[in-house]
């Protein structure tokens, strides 16, 4: 456990598991199946308020630990998990790219390409009056691009994917 500044309940500490294979054997034992997992992270959720440092810090390593979604087997439940971060966080960039990898990960390319728009348009907003790289949201979105280009039967579908693609590979190198 490590102290990291003050919280409403006056001192805020960020936890860690020192062993985090224990730690997931014994979450795997209290909550067996989705719904009680889904209501374990909720409860956390519900506890949260990302005005308070350390509760944001907890809610963006939720956002970034891609395995957090991986303790659920439904894909309406990762979906879930993401909804119900970006109802505490919203227009949140971080949080709309993991969606969409999330999403080409079970094989939505139109969801990806939703969410990794929506993520690469909520950086560019909040990064206006400041100098900022986009890279990593327009390589998200070029991957769904690409992703949807791959299984698209319509040629000239296709063909716009892969440019569109291509052009915001280009921009990230650039």
């Known amino acids: 456990?490590?102290?990291?500044?003050?919280?409403?309940?006056?001192?805020?500490?960020?936890?860690?598991a020192r062993h985090p294979i224990i730690a997931s054997i014994i979450f795997a034992e209290a909550a067996p199946d989705d719904d009680e997992k889904f209501k374990i992270m909720n409860d956390i959720l519900s506890q949260l308020d990302p005005g308070y440092l350390e509760d944001r810090l907890l809610l963006d390593q939720?956002?970034?630990?891609?395995?957090?979604?991986?303790?659920?087997?439904?894909?309406?439940?990762?979906?879930?998990?993401?909804?119900?971060?970006?109802h505490l966080i919203p227009n949140e960039p971080f949080v709309f790219q993991h969606r969409s990898i999330i999403e080409r990960e079970l094989g939505d390319d139109e969801q990806a390409i939703f969410y990794a728009r929506k993520a690469l348009k909520a950086k560019q907003e909040r990064d206006r009056f400041r100098k900022s790289s986009d890279a990593s949201f327009q390589n998200t979105l070029g991957l769904a691009l690409e992703a949807a280009a791959r299984i698209c039967e319509d040629p000239l579908q296709k063909h716009r994917f892969l440019s569109e693609a291509s052009a915001y590979f280009d921009q990230s190198i650039k």
Do not use: P, Q
């Open 1 to 16: 456990m490590e102290e990291t500044g003050f919280s409403r309940f006056n001192a805020g500490f960020r936890l860690r």
């Open 62 to 86: 939720m956002v970034l630990r891609h395995e957090l979604v991986g303790i659920f087997t439904s894909n309406d439940k990762k979906r879930a998990l993401y909804e119900r971060i970006e």
